[in-house]
């Protein structure tokens, strides 16, 4: 218990071991609900050498808008001095801007909306092969496949080598618990995928190709301030958009199907009228966000009631936000009548996700083209799940074929 700092008795003090919570499916959601039911705007977690959590939407908003309150140096609550910087995300202002600026053209919304036609080939080819089987493992048949091609397309990265690659992803982003072992094998992890992208920049630059368009071309002749990115640099955002391609979409669809197996009129909703599949995806993302960041305080502050001083580390998880039912109405329900909700799913503040335009594209076109095909369908094995920093499932068994 970490209570010999005096600051905690003034907190409630709880215990949610987010690195190695696991178990059935929306064991992490179920655990982050109960602690909100509890403690709120704020509590002190116990895990590891402990931090705040903070509960509430209001105070999880406020906290992920004000970077110069709330470092993003640090995003993992249990890693205080991280030995790696994932570029743009574990950067400040006003760094982070020009960072963000190098990005952005790769993930705009009229760039993303140019690809929906190759979106949509894709994941009806896809789902077409997988129909005819009766059944799958919709998180490794389809969940991993369909954005992550889409992504090393963007990439320029081969397809071929997807498995190596979920790997590699596995690795740095689920592995469970904490401790030297546990951070040897992530480490590993982001060497085989420096060490690779390491490869790739040096043979883009031997062989130059003017009309490429892929990011890692682009990438070798990107400048901030005027100057060429280091490698260093260039590595670890290469790195980041790694992690974030093959893992947040993959595991948010994975959510959204196993909520659709399992409330069929919700399911029949999206069959009957495929005209609210884009807004069924913002209710999704709303019920069930998978990313629980984290910051470090850059100041002594009273936040929302917390006495915090410079260095704490605090989670601000985004599950508590979308389901905080102080700010949605019947919040932990996915209502598909709900009006439009100012969700934070893709995160608030300077560090909002990059990509929400091209994961919404992913998540509607794939829903589309899949309910058009497999109108009913059942999960037929419980599923399980990881937890973390970033919620996902580890295997979704559907059948839709006796």
Same mark, same amino acid.
């Given at each position: 218990?970490?209570?010999?700092d005096?600051r ?16 059935l499916?929306?064991?992490?959601f179920?655990?982050?609900?109960a602690?909100?039911d509890?403690?709120r705007?704020?509590f ?14 209001a105070?999880?908003?406020e906290?992920?808008?004000h ?5 993003s ?12 910087q ?8 006003p760094q ?11 993930f705009?919304?009229g ?22 089987e ?10 991993r496949?369909?954005p ?7 990439m320029?990265?081969p ?6 690659f ?8 689920h ?11 992530r480490?590993e992890?982001m060497q ?19 009309e ?6 682009a990438?070798?002749?990107w ?34 199907m196993?909520h ?6 919700d ?5 009957a009228e495929?005209?609210i ?6 209710e999704l ?22 006495p915090?001083k410079?260095?704490d580390?605090?989670?601000f ?5 979308g ?9 932990r @329900?996915?209502?598909l009548?709900?009006? $439009? +909700? ?5 995160? &608030?503040g300077?560090?909002?996700c !990059?990509g /929400? ?12 083209e899949?309910? @058009?095909r497999i109108p009913?369908?059942? $999960? +037929? ?5 990881? &937890?973390?920093?970033?919620?996902? !499932?580890? /295997? ?6 006796d």
């Amino acid at each position: 218990m970490v209570t010999a700092d005096p600051r905690v008795t003034q907190c409630p003090v709880g215990t949610i071991e987010l690195t190695s919570l696991a178990g059935l499916a929306l064991t992490g959601f179920a655990a982050i609900d109960a602690l909100q039911d509890e403690m709120r705007p704020v509590f002190r977690n116990t895990e590891a050498d402990g931090y705040w959590m903070f509960t509430d939407y209001a105070a999880i908003l406020e906290g992920l808008q004000h970077p110069e309150w709330w470092s993003s140096s640090v995003i993992v609550p249990t890693d205080p001095n991280p030995p790696y910087q994932w570029i743009p995300v574990m950067v400040d202002p006003p760094q982070h801007a020009k960072w963000r600026q190098v990005l952005a053209e790769y993930f705009s919304p009229g760039r993303v909306k140019g690809l929906r036609d190759e979106h949509r080939r894709l994941a009806a080819d896809l789902v077409e092969r997988i129909a005819a089987e009766g059944s799958c493992d919709f998180v490794k048949q389809v969940a991993r496949v369909f954005p992550s091609h889409i992504f090393l397309n963007i990439m320029g990265m081969p397809v071929e080598r997807l498995d190596e690659f979920l790997e590699w992803e596995d690795k740095m982003l689920h592995q469970t618990g904490v401790g030297d072992e546990v951070m040897a094998i992530r480490l590993e992890g982001m060497q085989q995928v420096v060490a690779y992208f390491q490869t790739l920049i040096d043979q883009r630059r031997a062989e130059r190709d003017p009309e490429a368009q892929d990011i890692v071309s682009a990438a070798i002749g990107w400048t901030i301030d005027g100057e060429p990115v280091s490698d260093g640099d260039l590595l670890n955002c290469l790195l980041l958009l790694f992690m974030a391609g093959l893992d947040t979409v993959a595991s948010q669809l994975s959510y959204a199907m196993l909520h659709l197996a399992t409330h069929p009129q919700d399911r029949a909703r999206l069959v009957a009228e495929p005209d609210i599949i884009p807004h069924a995806v913002e209710e999704l993302l709303r019920a069930y966000p998978i990313v629980q960041t984290a910051r470090k305080a850059t100041q002594d502050m009273d936040f929302h009631g917390c006495p915090v001083k410079a260095g704490d580390m605090a989670s601000f998880p985004l599950a508590a936000a979308g389901r905080d039912e102080q700010m949605f109405d019947d919040a932990r @329900r996915v209502d598909l009548d709900r009006g $439009v +909700t100012r969700h934070i799913s893709f995160g &608030a503040g300077p560090h909002r996700c !990059l990509g /929400s335009h091209l994961a919404r594209q992913e998540m509607a076109v794939m829903l589309e083209e899949w309910h @058009r095909r497999i109108p009913e369908y059942r $999960v +037929t094995e419980e599923p399980v799940e990881h &937890a973390g920093q970033v919620f996902g !499932l580890d /295997s979704l068994q559907l059948r839709w074929k006796d």
